[in-house]
């Protein structure tokens, strides 16, 4: 199951299952209703909201024959919502998949950039904007962008927050001041949780949400063995160990210094157990 939220101005959240099946839950109302769903699934999608507009994006468009890769979710009224294709399928699979011959070319990190471009980076082609005015996809520059997963635009101040492509730590960067011959560099980087963690904790996911006034909610999935001995062994010969899957929410704050250095200020941070497993030892 897939969410993501829908214009900037709504309280909505798109809810979306492996078969397309639709849904969107009002904050304000609690209400619940069915959307209309995009042309195919999307077996590993990222989505990104321009305006009160959804744009839906296979993670790794090589691996899909039809040309329904990238699709919008165009806000008309209160109840006309439709989805159409977004621009040059064939421009998008040659810009993400093709170019050069060169892997690989799954979408690592994307984000949103003066309010109409949806920058896309692979680390074997480069980084692409697509231009949802004009529907146009373009190069910004032949580097990845030194994030993984979904980046952040915080307008208080000016820059750009995400996890970092190694080690995914929180960090942040000003992408407006990149150029094609110029790749953006990080500002700063930070543990919002004091290392180190715990022995047994294994962070598998992280989310980052932003909350306005430099304020954010880091989120981490961290798998912990239960026990270090009692693994065991299942039919393909893998090694197995029983797990606990919880979440770490953790409130941080980033301020400006009197010379305008950035600091982050940690908060209060909470666990929620999601319950026990089997985890692959590798």
């Known amino acids: 199951m897939d969410f993501a939220s829908i214009g900037s101005s709504s309280n909505g959240i798109i809810s979306m299952d492996p078969d397309v099946n639709t849904f969107l839950y009002d904050g304000a109302s609690h209400g619940l209703r069915v959307m209309p769903a995009p042309h195919a699934p999307k077996h590993a999608s990222v989505s990104l909201t321009v ?22 979710l165009i806000h008309r009224g209160p ?9 040059d399928y064939e421009e998008y699979r040659r810009r993400c998949y093709e170019r050069n011959g060169k892997d690989p070319y799954v979408i690592s990190a994307y984000t949103v950039v003066s309010d109409s471009q949806i920058w896309i980076s692979t680390k074997g082609g480069g980084t692409f904007s697509f231009d949802t005015t004009s529907g146009v996809w373009s190069e910004a520059g032949d580097w990845a962008l030194p994030f993984y997963g979904r980046i952040e635009y915080a307008p208080e101040l000016a820059l750009w927050f995400g996890f970092t492509s190694e080690g995914r730590q929180l960090a942040t960067c000003d992408l407006g001041a990149a150029s094609p011959t110029s790749s953006p560099v990080l500002q700063e980087v930070w543990d919002e949780l004091a290392p180190p963690l715990p022995p047994r904790w294994v962070p598998v996911m992280s989310f980052l949400l932003t909350l306005g006034a430099g304020k954010f909610c880091v989120g981490r999935m961290v798998d912990m063995a239960v026990a270090q001995e009692g693994w065991c062994r299942g039919k393909s010969g893998n090694d197995y160990l029983d797990v606990e899957t919880f979440a ?34 590798r």
Do not use: Q, W
Not at 79 to 87: A, C, F, L, Q
């Open 248 to 281: 770490v929410l953790t409130g941080v704050e980033v301020v400006r210094g009197s010379r305008g250095a950035l600091r982050m200020i940690r908060h209060k941070s909470r666990r929620y157990s999601v319950g026990c497993s089997m985890a692959r030892l």
């Open 51 to 72: 305006g009160e507009d959804l744009y839906i994006l296979e993670r790794n468009p090589g691996t899909e024959e039809e040309d329904h890769s990238f699709e919008a």
């Open 79 to 87: 109840s006309d919502e439709i989805y159409r294709k977004v621009g």
